[in-house]
């Protein structure tokens, strides 16, 4: 399934994956009062003269509220109290009603032809639905770098349409990150090999690419689009390598990215790349030492409201075991380390996955392994008198190697967050999975487990993308392995989707 030069790892351990059960909230129903005593009949006299129980015709006793009642009183106490049982039973019943199916699906197999083979990375949406998204390779060693390709929605169909071919040389190779939409249209995005062939690799140290469709009328189709490269990393003082993050635009413009390794010390950079004179000038904001200050940065960095930068290494920190980082700019960009991972089920090691943010500032990420599950974790960093609190959302179930959240998190509007594992689930071939706030701990519901029936998987395998969400709910994603292409060994990858 490889490509030439590749030395990322394989992720096909296999695992299970135990959910923790939710209490059931009709458990502590109960239609009996605290303070409910036993029924009492009440002999009353009316205007001074006894009588006899049962015998008044004007009256009758009322067993369920323990007095004597006129028929129409009692009349309307009844209906009063079969309205409670209504209720109560209503009640019951919506509590009772299981979570809505999800529908899983998917929508596009690739073949290791033309197409391209490895989806790697996740996918970009626009305004009409249509997917965006890059393979890593093609099936045959040596035979294509990559693709950009969009899935374009017709109804409840697709049509998959190649975009650009990369061909390893000045232009890149081998995409990793997704493709971010842009001014006016346009795809951005970067590749971690090819570019300038004077690089210390002989693959290349990787580029960042712009790509826009044709400015004339295509007389063929697919209509392939126009490449332009940005930046080519030299593999020196300007990163090497970058990683599986997205590009970030800013309100003016620029673009901001990580590479995985260069920099002043090799342990990797953030950078900015700022419009000038019809071209691009890199600025590198921070070279990683690999040492306290972290290694490795393979997501991409966020912005808050004030500017500030954020971002995760994979390796260093005070255990090596990867930190989140933010960088503030004054005269210079300054890091401050938020936290520095260690080994064990505290918070987990090793977040490769960048983090989102809310409207609260608050921070989210994963972990790729530890917890007390073994199978990495979701956290939440909180601003809080001057510094952050580190809060352990979730610790997923697995224990491989590299096997927990590799792409980002993704929350919806009701602050639920989704993911993808790479290699944990029921089954060890990864998973969907959506976490929703409770108190004093977060749900965990799996949207989808892969490989159910083991190989050949062909819902897919290995999905290290993050989610995407369209404007009626549907979820997407891809799984770099498994589907129907027989060009590949164990399948050249799918796009899937989910539906509520």
């Known amino acids: 399934m490889g490509v030439s030069g590749e030395d990322f790892p394989a992720f096909f351990p296999t695992h299970s994956c135990r959910v923790r059960a939710k209490q059931d909230p009709r458990a502590s129903f109960s239609l009996a009062s605290d303070c409910a005593g036993p029924l009492v009949y009440f002999n009353s006299s009316h205007f001074g003269k006894e009588e006899k129980a049962m015998h008044n015709k004007a009256r009758f006793p009322n067993m369920l509220f323990g007095t004597s009642l006129r028929p129409d009183s009692a009349a309307l106490a009844i209906m009063v109290l079969l309205l409670f049982l209504i209720f109560v039973f209503l009640f019951l019943t919506l509590i009772a009603q299981p979570a809505q199916a999800q529908t899983y699906r998917v929508i596009y197999n690739f073949t290791g032809g033309q197409d391209g083979a490895d989806p790697r990375a996740g996918l970009t949406i626009d305004r009409a639905g249509n997917l965006y998204g890059t393979a890593y390779g093609t099936a045959y060693l040596g035979a294509g770098a990559g693709t950009v390709y969009q899935l374009k929605r017709n109804g409840s169909s697709w049509t998959f349409n190649s975009l650009y071919s990369f061909t390893g040389g000045s232009d890149g190779g081998n995409p990793l990150a997704r493709v971010i939409l842009g001014p006016y249209g346009a795809l951005y995005g970067t590749t971690p090999f090819g570019g300038n062939p004077s690089c210390h690799d002989p693959l290349g140290c990787g580029t960042v690419f712009k790509l826009r469709p044709s400015p004339t009328a295509c007389k063929t189709l697919p209509c392939p689009w126009t490449e332009t490269v940005l930046h080519t990393f030299l593999g020196s003082d300007d990163g090497s390598t970058p990683g599986f993050g997205d590009l970030l635009f800013d309100q003016t413009g620029n673009i901001y990215g990580t590479t995985s390794g260069g920099g002043a010390y090799g342990g990797g950079t953030v950078y900015e790349l700022t419009p000038s004179g019809g071209g691009w000038t890199e ?137 993808t594992t790479v290699c944990d689930g029921r089954y060890g071939y990864g998973s969907v999975f959506k976490l929703t706030p409770s108190r004093p701990y977060w749900t965990y519901t799996s949207l989808h487990d892969f490989c159910a029936g083991g190989p050949p998987c062909s819902d897919g395998t290995g999905p290290i993308s993050n989610v995407v969400f369209d404007a009626n709910g549907n979820l997407y994603g891809t799984a770099e392995a498994g589907g129907s292409g027989t060009a590949c060994q164990g399948g050249c990858g799918i796009v899937w989707e989910i539906t509520p």
């Open 283 to 419: 600025s590198v904001l921070y070279s990683f030492g690999g040492g306290s200050d972290g290694n490795t940065p393979w997501g991409g960095v966020i912005l808050d409201n004030a500017g500030n930068l954020y971002g995760t290494t994979g390796a260093g920190g005070l255990s090596n075991a990867g930190t989140v980082f933010q960088l503030v700019h004054s005269m210079r960009w300054t890091e401050n380390i938020l936290r520095s991972f260690a080994y064990g089920s505290d918070g987990g090691d090793h977040p490769f996955a960048g983090l989102i943010i809310d409207q609260s500032g608050n921070l989210y990420g994963a972990t790729q392994e530890g917890g007390s599950g073994s199978g990495g974790t979701v956290f939440e960093l909180s601003p809080s008198g001057g510094g952050w609190t580190f809060s352990l959302l979730y610790s997923i179930r697995g224990g491989g190697i590299n096997c927990g959240p590799s792409g980002s998190l993704v929350m919806d509007g009701a602050g639920n967050l989704y993911g």
